[in-house]
């Protein structure tokens, strides 16, 4: 696959040999990971009027593989690889938030020079799982976040009221805020609050049920000052952006809407006071009509259309 990163587009020449050389860096020589992890250039870190586009890919290792209609979109690595790697490759997308795997490969690739980086940190609540609520943090833990150089680890939480596994859940994700905070490393909380219903999962999307997330998920740990909210965009964000002074970054979530639609809500909602940015995946490297390169490209134009709002009204 070749890349222009000045317009982050790519040919795929779908040659199943074309990240072979992955697997004998990691069959003879797997310290080219932490090698390539302290050669990068690290990324000079938030700043206030800057929104910040991160890209996700940790939901395979949830064995969660669907997208849309899909059920094994995501399932083929080299595929990812191609689409993450056009995603990295526009100019305009801060980071990545991964879960280790795939994080790995990039660093082999030298595709994260300059970005910011999250570790994807409980992923053993597994899509389907009997006991999903119980969300082991089974992916980076913060030791390895700092050795790698990242900015910091990010943790989903789903809070079950009927659901004992919920307090588990709730304890591991505040040890891990305070570990990520003694190193200095941000907590990036993703809070739900959900139900079981037919043995499937369901995520309360209701404004009052995410505000009630918030103050939860918010409290948690024995200190805030690192701690951000990661939030799905719902009705009324004005209210859901007045529960919370954490740094917000939107997330994007599997769309059952057109991507037009998805792209406004996001631009209305990146535009109230609190919120940082997009942690978008699944919506941006598999998009309807397979352009991902152009699906970035928009996302980013909505960053950069807040940016200006925001910039044209203070100095108003």
């Not at 659901?163 to 190193?183: F, N, Q």
């Not at 079981?196 to 939860?216: H, M, P, Q, W």
């Not at 799905?232 to 007045?242: D, G, K, L, T």
């Not at 990146?270 to 919506?283: D, I």
Request: net charge negative; hydrophobic share 45%; proline share 5%.
């Amino acid at each position: 696959m070749s890349l222009n990163p000045s317009s982050a587009t790519a040919t795929v020449d779908d040659d199943p040999r074309r990240y072979e050389h992955l697997s004998i860096i990691r069959l003879e020589d797997p310290d080219a990971i932490a090698r390539a992890a302290k050669a990068r250039r690290r990324h000079p870190g938030p700043r206030s009027g800057k929104q910040n586009f991160i890209v996700a890919a940790d939901h395979p290792a949830r064995g969660a593989l669907a997208v849309g209609n899909d059920p094994v979109a995501m399932a083929d690595r080299r595929q990812l690889l191609d689409r993450l790697r056009i995603a990295l490759a526009n100019p305009d997308v801060d980071g990545l938030l991964a879960s280790p795997d795939i994080m790995d490969d990039l660093l082999l690739l030298g595709a994260l020079d300059g970005k910011l980086l999250f570790g994807s940190m409980n992923r053993g609540g597994l899509s389907g799982l009997v006991n999903e609520f119980d969300d082991r943090f089974t992916g980076h833990t913060a030791a390895a976040l700092e050795a790698l150089g990242a900015d910091g680890g990010k943790m989903l939480t789903r809070i079950c009221l009927g659901d004992p596994d919920t307090v588990a859940t709730l304890e591991a994700t505040a040890k891990a805020i305070d570990s990520l905070a003694g190193r200095k490393l941000i907590a990036m909380v993703e809070p739900f609050l959900s139900v079981r219903e037919n043995g499937k999962i369901r995520n309360d999307l209701s404004t009052n049920a995410v505000i009630k997330s918030v103050a939860i998920a918010e409290g948690l740990g024995s200190t805030s000052a690192y701690t951000w909210m990661k939030l799905p965009v719902v009705a009324e964000m004005e209210r859901v952006m007045a529960s919370t002074t954490m740094p917000t970054v939107l997330l994007g979530g599997d769309p059952d809407s057109s991507q037009d639609d998805v792209f406004a809500s996001w631009e209305a909602a990146l535009a109230l006071p609190g919120v940082q940015g997009l942690t978008v995946g699944r919506t941006l490297l598999y998009p309807y009509d397979g352009d991902v390169a152009g699906a970035v490209a928009t996302a980013a134009s909505l960053l950069h259309h807040t940016v200006s709002t925001r910039t044209a009204e203070v100095s108003e």
